[in-house]
């Protein structure tokens, strides 16, 4: 079995949203009579090519058919509500939540089973200026909706990110409705950092954006969140960014810093155990590298540094879920099958020292707990 739970969609209330607009975030007609969506910072007017498989349910499904895929996770995709007004952003992530429950419940179920082939995540209207008695109606109407598993959320906040003391009562709410948060990232890192020469998005996708979740989440670890929301269920986009990576890092330079040292009740990589990742890094050895590092997390408090490898990346495994970033990087030729989702699962079918458990879990079991889907 095969489940997906990063894939997007702009369903067509949120695509006519954008064709509205004459600024960007939008979608616009070029001069050959194609739509292109115009959506990352500097992006040049020739956009992106974007068509049905951003926004028609059919085509999502053929994709899943194609690749095998039995069941999708379905959340919003970037920029989500962050350009609107506060009313707007309101009555749209409204709107949007009823659709996208919609969308899934009306979905075919998998043959010879009572599970749906679609599920969702919803968001909420995200945005400075809003009350939080709105964003509260926001988590209960997504959890209230028998398809919906969660949510997905930017990294802006209200504008102040989401270590946001005022955002408190949004996390308890999340947290006490038991909801999945898919934080997924939209603005990269200040492109000045890209240089002058043309290397198209290169930058930006594979380098800003793990980036910018990497900061949102450490930020989210430093402001004590986890300690007060110590049940948060979040789900990190592109494997974690590159937490993983600079976890211990991130703990000596805690260790030697009096201001935060004495914030967190815990060793910053025991946080990072209380997360989860997709499993969309490309590459085995990257798996291998997030399972390993992950399941260890948690045991440098107690001073246990007798690991092993294998053992602690099968562990770690059970934290991680397959996702394939559609319909983002399709194919550049039309080919049967999308390399980027190919390699994914090639990855997961070749990380040394999981076994077929692993691997099991990581393409299908671990997110139909995760998303509670029985
Ligand atoms: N590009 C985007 O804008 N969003 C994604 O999720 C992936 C690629
Ligand atoms: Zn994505």
Not at 294 to 299: D, I, L, M, T, Y
Request: glycine fraction near 8%; hydrophobic fraction near 40%; aromatic fraction near 10%.
């Amino acid at each position: 079995m095969l489940v997906d739970v990063h894939t997007h969609v702009y369903l067509p209330r949120y695509a006519s949203w954008l064709r509205s607009r004459s600024i960007a975030p939008r979608i616009l007609v070029n001069e050959a009579g194609e739509e292109r969506l115009l959506i990352l910072e500097n992006e040049t007017s020739a956009g992106r090519p974007v068509g049905p498989s951003y926004w028609d349910r059919n085509a999502k499904l053929n994709f899943m058919d194609q690749h095998g895929i039995d069941i999708s996770v379905v959340s919003f995709a970037n920029p989500w509500l962050d350009f609107l007004s506060p009313p707007d952003a309101e009555s749209l992530a409204r709107d949007l939540n009823t659709d996208l429950e919609e969308y899934c419940a009306t979905s075919p179920c998998l043959p010879s089973s009572s599970l749906n082939r679609l599920y969702g995540l919803g968001l909420l209207p995200l945005v400075p200026g809003i009350s939080i008695s709105s964003l509260l109606q926001a988590v209960s109407q997504i959890a209230k909706a028998p398809h919906l598993r969660g949510l997905i959320m930017g990294t802006k906040g209200l504008g102040k990110g989401i270590d946001d003391d005022a955002l408190d009562p949004v996390w308890k709410a999340i947290e006490e409705k038991g909801l999945v948060v898919f934080l997924h990232p939209h603005y990269g890192v200040d492109s000045s950092a890209w240089g002058d020469k043309e290397n198209g998005h290169v930058l930006p996708l594979a380098l800003g954006f793990p980036f910018e979740t990497t900061t949102a989440i450490t930020r989210f670890i430093l402001s004590g969140a986890f300690d007060r929301f110590p049940s948060s269920r979040i789900l990190l986009a592109h494997s974690g960014g590159t937490l993983p990576q600079l976890s211990s890092r991130l703990a000596s330079c805690i260790d030697h810093d009096p201001i935060v040292a004495s914030r967190l009740k815990h060793d910053a990589r025991f946080y990072l155990g209380k997360l989860w990742f997709d499993a969309v890094a490309y590459g085995p050895e990257e798996l291998a590298f997030v399972s390993e590092i992950v399941s260890r997390a948690g045991r440098y408090e107690s001073g246990n540094s007798n690991t092993k490898a294998l053992a602690d990346r099968k562990e770690g495994s059970k934290r991680m879920l397959f996702g394939t970033d559609h319909p983002f990087f399709p194919p550049l030729s039309s080919s049967e099958k999308w390399k980027s989702v190919v390699e994914n699962l090639e990855a997961i079918d070749s990380v040394a020292g999981w076994g077929e458990d692993e691997r099991e879990g990581v393409r299908a079991g671990n997110a139909l707990t995760f998303f509670d889907i029985q």
